[in-house]
């Protein structure tokens, strides 16, 4: 599956966006999809993961009750809104996939889109 991610931008601090991920070449309903973040000089972080219904979505704690995630399977999409965002959010955001549901930021994700970054301004 070809993975996509786009929507960011730059906000200042509290501000909040919705970056997207448009998946093609595969049934996108058959993966579990996550979204990773990586700050300058950082490595890859663990945001978050839905599950392929939807239904179930897990985040990491530095971004739970302020981060959502969401798809839509009818439009190949997976979506990671962000409010009451921080400067600490900036990084550059990817969306992945793997074929089964895993709440470990550890998990094995077979494919990558390229990011967008998102710069939070204080």
């Given at each position: ?18 970056v ?6 595969r ?10 973040r990586?700050?300058?000089g ?7 993961v ?10 990491a ?6 981060f959502?995630?969401?798809r839509?399977?009818a ?20 969306c ?13 994700y ?10 939070v301004?204080?």
């Amino acid at each position: 599956v070809q993975l996509q991610a786009f929507g960011g931008g730059l906000v200042q601090a509290g501000d909040s966006l919705r970056v997207s991920c448009a998946a093609s070449g595969r049934t996108f309903s058959d993966f579990a999809m996550g979204w990773f973040r990586q700050a300058p000089g950082k490595e890859r972080e663990f945001v978050g993961v839905i599950n392929r219904s939807g239904l179930t979505t897990y985040y990491a704690d530095s971004v739970k009750g302020r981060f959502t995630i969401s798809r839509d399977n009818a439009k190949n999409m997976v979506h990671l809104q962000m409010n009451s965002l921080k400067p600490e959010d900036t990084a550059v955001y990817f969306c992945a996939a793997r074929p089964y549901y895993s709440p470990s930021p550890y998990a094995r994700y077979d494919f990558w889109g390229q990011g967008t970054q998102v710069t939070v301004s204080s």
